[in-house]
């Protein structure tokens, strides 16, 4: 409670609000106690007398009453007038909220769909209705706002009441023989409170300026005595000759009504952790790049060059060394595999690759991309875009999420094109459709025309698939392709990419934690953990002689299919959480061949030829 | 999509049938005898007895409301005895003048909310998103009412750029640019507080869509920022925006009584409040159910347009 308290007055405008709201109530509980003149006191002499006039601080109305003192009056009127629908609403709405949850079937449909016909209705409708019935007046006005939001506390409790009504202590309470009167009033009813109370301040300020606008229409409260809503009706008629008798009532409502939609604001945001992660943050077009020393200058290796590349991920004071340091380098037909668990950074580092880190929390902090030549961490927006998907595109895991629901995957093929070449919709539809026949997707043609939720997930993968061929790029960062799919599917797909790199001498990045599709695609491989390459070399050669432990404990973790019976070992304990890496190695904690030296300082990641290893005791030696 | 739309009609049936019903049992909570409330309290007894009568009061309350129901399935919605003419003829006058106005204003309240709400998201943070946030805050703040009676003092009275109020020009006038010119001031303050409702959630849902894994895919493919915004991201932000301009559109309704009240706009909620004043009872009756009725038509309009933009509803 106290850091849900600390959290809402963090933030400023719900502080405000309440602050706010807070005054005017003090005001209005203290208004029979101030020295002011009677509301209802007519003095026509004195009508109209402008703000600041001797006596009179806020000015005289049309019957020369004093303004101050009727817009004190009428602020208190109107918040009892409107809390008091609030209490109502809130009760009544609740007890058949919660007897319909708490029951449940037949008696559950009938109240609904009562409450969905009261929903029906544009809500003033109701309310005119109900005041036409029992007459203008102020009592009357008050039943009618509380009657139109009833179906909103309504729904709001039942909700709540029927995943209460199944839980256990409801079922112990029944089995302990307590009547329903009784569990509902101890069991259920303590339990749905504070949310009845969260839906009564979100709505109190609607209920007040809702019986405000009835008075305003000359349907709530009646002269002499005034509210909020019939000051400023009955001054419409003085608005172009005396404004400040309309002007002085509706900045109150205003006030109330602001304070009260700043402090709701508030409660809402305090309650919805997803605004402290700072998750709802839209993520910019391009990672945003921050390198805290210069670009490393060395020539770049094969068609797609990482070089000590750094990404970090800054959640408030907190930062995540996602990718700390990565080097890896793909040839023109090569199948480069990049292994880890999951948290290891290799998805991070892919996405890296062409600015697609979410940002923010993510930022590159350091190391280049070297591209055709060309540094892309230091591109511009344009010339990345020109390049994404054209020359280097992805394949994501889950195509479900990862394609757009709402658009026809053949458009989604067309517009992949169209992004980059300037070439007709029938054209590009027929380039679609040959990428279709490459992935050997049956029936292409109608399959063009489906949306994905009308796909397997093998076809949808192979959607994927075919749209980051489709502009014949030069590299493909395959992000696990095929973790979401049965094995026969998975190895379809395999022999797939191994065709269309075979064929059209593209590099392949491939992205997994499966040793056995590594072996199947991949030329070369690079081991991650905790953000940093720990082993790299010849797929047969790491997956034959491990050098690293970690390498080894995970090679160990795979069962082999007719490798008779062996111990299946699970290496102990968590990978590291990047946020506050130890020195030297991170994987020493869970290691068993670790000595004091790997905690202490830098470790480099040596090798001779094609292999290296992160590694003070490495188990071969790779020289 | 045929079937969906005659489905989704079909299903209003129960609806509009609720709605009568409730309707109904409302007026029947009238304290006294409506006829006595009609004649006045001067009234003889011989003349309430005949009013009784001729209204069909003296039957039993069922069967009078199947009277009153299947009248009205015939388009016989009684008379107002404050106008002394058909209470159907007095709505359709009454009601086009209401659809004008609202009509616009969600119109005004959709594309404005939506355009603030996506401009504000792509923004996030930036001075465009705070102007737009504080905008929002002061317009969802403001009672329609007062709003309207400051728009009168600003743009009528000082500015002298606008009518003060009324439909059209009392000499001359009656076409469409002068009907334009009296409704931008009463379109507008009744749009403002859809608006920034509007605008608000237009907002969360385009950062919560922004975040989702195929905006990723679209920028991976290269597709330019403006498109995977207002392409990608804003078409599956309509999914969730929609619903809400149905809801929307209650308020609009709902908030034009005030509106119509400020503006001498010749309505139907200013009817309805007259009527009410004057305990006319057939025409409140009357008016509420057609409005109530022709709003349910509309949500479903609303349906049909979500089941067009999503393929994953089942239509």
């Known amino acids: 409670m106290t850091a849900f308290l600390k959290l809402l007055f963090r933030n400023r405008l719900a502080a405000m609000g309440a602050v706010v709201i807070a005054s005017i109530l003090v005001l209005a509980i203290l208004t029979p106690l101030l020295p002011l003149p009677e509301p209802n006191v007519t003095n026509t002499a004195d009508r109209f007398q402008r703000p600041f006039t001797e006596g009179h601080l806020l000015g005289t109305d049309h019957l020369g009453r004093d303004l101050l003192s009727r817009l004190l009056w009428g602020t208190r009127l109107s918040l009892a007038v409107g809390i008091a629908a609030a209490f109502v609403a809130a009760t009544i709405g609740s007890a058949i909220g919660i007897i319909a949850g708490y029951y449940g079937g037949r008696t559950d449909n009938l109240i609904m769909r009562g409450v969905d016909m009261l929903m029906a209705f544009p809500y003033i409708l109701l309310a005119l209705a109900i005041v036409a019935a029992l007459g203008p007046g102020l009592l009357n006005a008050l039943i009618a706002v509380a009657a139109v939001n009833i179906p909103f506390f309504a729904r709001n409790i039942r909700g709540i009441t029927v995943s209460l009504a199944g839980r256990e202590f409801v079922d112990a309470a029944r089995l302990a023989g307590k009547g329903h009167a009784s569990i509902i009033l101890t069991e259920v009813l303590p339990n749905v409170l504070p949310v009845i109370v969260i839906a009564m301040s979100t709505t109190v300020g609607w209920m007040i300026l809702e019986t405000a606008g009835l008075s305003f229409l000359g349907l709530g409260s009646q002269p002499p005595q005034a509210d909020l809503g019939s000051m400023l009706g009955e001054a419409r008629a003085a608005l172009i000759t005396a404004p400040h008798t309309s002007v002085v009532p509706g900045i109150m409502i205003f006030l109330i009504v602001m304070s009260v939609n700043l402090l709701g604001d508030g409660v809402r945001d305090a309650l919805d952790p997803r605004l402290k992660s700072g998750a709802l943050s839209r993520p910019r077009a391009i990672t945003q790049v921050d390198r805290t020393s210069p670009a490393p200058a060395t020539p770049q290796k094969g068609v797609l060059d990482l070089q000590e590349l750094e990404t970090q991920f800054h959640v408030g004071p907190r930062v995540y060394r996602a990718v700390g340091g990565v080097s890896l380098h793909v040839e023109p037909g090569e199948c480069l595999g990049v292994i880890g668990e999951s948290g290891s950074g290799k998805s991070v580092t892919a996405l890296s690759v062409m600015g697609l880190v979410a940002s923010p929390p993510g930022v590159i902090t350091g190391g280049a991309v070297k591209f055709g030549g060309e540094d892309l961490l230091g591109a511009s927006y344009e010339s990345l875009r020109r390049k994404r998907g054209d020359k280097v595109a992805y394949i994501f895991q889950d195509p479900l999420a990862t394609l757009h629901p709402l658009y026809k995957v053949g458009d989604q093929m067309i517009e992949a094109i169209q992004s980059h070449h300037k070439v007709s919709k029938s054209k590009a539809r027929a380039r679609a459709l040959e990428l279709f026949e490459a992935v050997r997707i049956p029936n292409p043609t109608s399959r063009l025309d489906n949306y994905p939720h009308e796909m397997s997930g093998g076809m949808r993968q192979r959607v994927g698939i075919a749209m980051a061929m489709v502009n014949d790029p030069e590299v493909i960062i395959a992000d696990e392709p095929t973790t979401a799919l049965d094995v026969t599917v998975q190895a379809q797909i395999l022999a797939l990419l191994d065709d269309l790199r075979r064929e059209r001498g593209l590099a392949i990045v491939f992205i997994t934690h499966d040793f056995g599709v590594v072996a199947q695609l991949c030329d070369r491989i690079a081991v991650m953990y905790a953000g940093r390459i720990v082993e790299e070399g010849p797929t047969a050669a790491v997956l034959d002689a491990p050098a690293h432990p970690y390498t080894a404990r995970l090679i160990a973790c795979v069962p082999e299919l007719g490798g008779g019976r062996r111990r299946l070992e699970a290496i102990p304990g968590l990978p590291p959480v990047v946020d506050n890496l130890p020195e030297g190695c991170a994987f020493a904690p869970r290691c068993a061949k670790a000595t004091p030296d790997c905690q202490r300082g830098e470790i480099a990641l040596e090798g001779a030829g094609a292999r290296a290893v992160r590694c003070i005791h490495p188990e071969e030696a790779v020289a | ?315």
């Open chain 2, 1 to 315: 999509m045929g079937a969906y739309i005659v489905k989704r009609l079909i299903s209003a049936i129960p609806v509009l049938f609720g709605i009568t019903v409730i309707v109904f049992l409302i007026m029947a909570m009238i304290p006294g005898d409506p006829a006595t409330a009609i004649l006045g309290s001067y009234a003889t007894p011989e003349n309430v007895e005949k009013l009784n009568r001729d209204l069909g009061l003296d039957k039993p309350m069922v069967q009078r409301y199947f009277i009153w129901l299947g009248n009205m399935l015939t388009g016989d919605f009684g008379r107002s005895f404050s106008l002394n003419r058909p209470v159907l003829d007095e709505i359709l006058e009454r009601f086009s003048a209401t659809l004008i106005l609202a009509g616009v204003s969600f119109v005004l309240c959709s594309l404005l909310g939506i355009l603030a709400g996506v401009v504000s998201a792509a923004r996030q943070y930036g001075f465009a998103d705070k102007a737009i946030t504080f905008t929002v805050l002061i317009g969802i703040s403001v009672p329609s009412f007062f709003l309207g009676m400051m728009m009168i003092l600003l743009f009528a009275v000082k500015l002298r750029w606008l009518p003060v109020s009324g439909m059209y020009a009392i000499y001359g006038g009656g076409d469409l640019p002068d009907l334009i010119y009296h409704l931008i001031m009463p379109a507008l303050a009744l749009a403002a507080v859809a608006t920034g409702v509007v605008a608000r959630l237009s907002r969360s849902a385009m950062l919560e869509v922004l975040r989702q894994d195929y905006i990723r895919t679209a920028r991976a493919k290269g597709v330019p920022e403006g498109r995977v915004i207002y392409g990608h991201a804003l078409r599956a932000a309509m999914v969730s925006i929609i619903p809400v301009l149905g809801i929307q559109a209650g308020f609009v309704l709902s908030g034009a009584v005030y509106i119509e009240m400020v503006f001498q706009w010749p309505g139907i909620g200013r009817m309805l409040v007259d009527a009410i004043l004057k305990r006319d009872i057939l025409l409140v009756q009357g008016g509420v159910v057609f409005v109530a009725g022709c709003y349910v038509l509309f949500n479903i309009a609303v349906d049909v347009a979500q089941g067009l933009l999503d393929p994953r509803i089942k239509t």
